[in-house]
């Protein structure tokens, strides 16, 4: 058998080895536990994903499709001066979570319809507009929660995506290069001590043989 880290087959060696096998095989089931619950995680957090991605899709769509059909009323400077000054803000306060060692971020939204006394107030008016560009409005302000969540579980995923790759490409080299090296490694010294200790056991024999006569 071939040895396949290339060590003296020596008893401290084989300790050695011994120990480093115990924390390979130790640490290959931890990654391996890491590794299935990042899959479990990952899979949950993409058919959210898919749900918020499809709702901001559809809802963008009905509200360009909107904003098309107004134009052919409402005069497009018009519509430019509505929509210049946003009816509501939002405040984002960021943070990281840790989950199965990947920094993730949390997002927290706060939301407000109210303008500061120095900004000055819209000119739109619910009288003065089709009913195709109140209905875009909405639309763009009732997504608005989705939109900022489907940014958040997008870079989740993503995070997530890169860590699982890398835990896999660790899993694997444990799993068929590290532990069955170092196994053949331990079988190899193994038998060359088993060897050593026949040889020494064969050549006592001889020298008592010697003696005696």
């Known amino acids: 058998m071939a040895n396949a880290l290339n060590v003296k087959p020596t008893r401290m060696e084989l300790q050695r080895l011994k120990g480093s ?13 890491k590794q299935d619950e990042l899959m479990r995680q990952f899979i949950s957090l993409i ?4 749900e918020l991605r499809q709702k901001v899709d559809e809802s ?26 946003p009816g509501q803000s939002v405040n984002l306060d960021l ?46 302000n009732d997504i608005l929660p989705n939109l900022l969540e489907l940014s958040e579980v997008e870079k989740t995923c993503q995070l997530m995506a ?12 444990l799993e068929y290069r590290v532990i069955p090296d170092t196994q ?19 050549r006592m024999i001889k020298i008592k043989d010697m003696t005696a006569d």
């Open 95 to 140: 943070r990281e979570e840790n989950v199965m060692s990947v920094v993730v971020p949390k997002m927290n939204f706060h939301y407000s319809d109210e303008y500061q006394e120095d900004e000055p107030r819209t000119a739109y008016s619910f009288l003065n507009t089709s009913s195709e560009i109140d209905d875009s409005i909405r639309t763009l």
């Open 162 to 173: 890169d860590d699982i790759e890398s835990t896999r490409r660790r899993v694997n080299a």
């Open 47 to 50: 058919k959210r994903n898919n």
């Open 60 to 85: 963008l769509t009905e509200a360009l499709e909107n904003f098309v059909l107004s134009s052919a009323t409402v005069h497009e400077a018009y519509i430019d001066e509505l929509v210049a000054i």
């Open 184 to 202: 053949e490694t331990i079988a190899y010294i193994e038998g060359k001590l088993e060897e050593d200790e026949r040889s020494t056991k064969t």
């Open 21 to 33: 096998l115990a924390i390979a095989t130790r640490g290959h089931k931890l990654l391996k536990d």
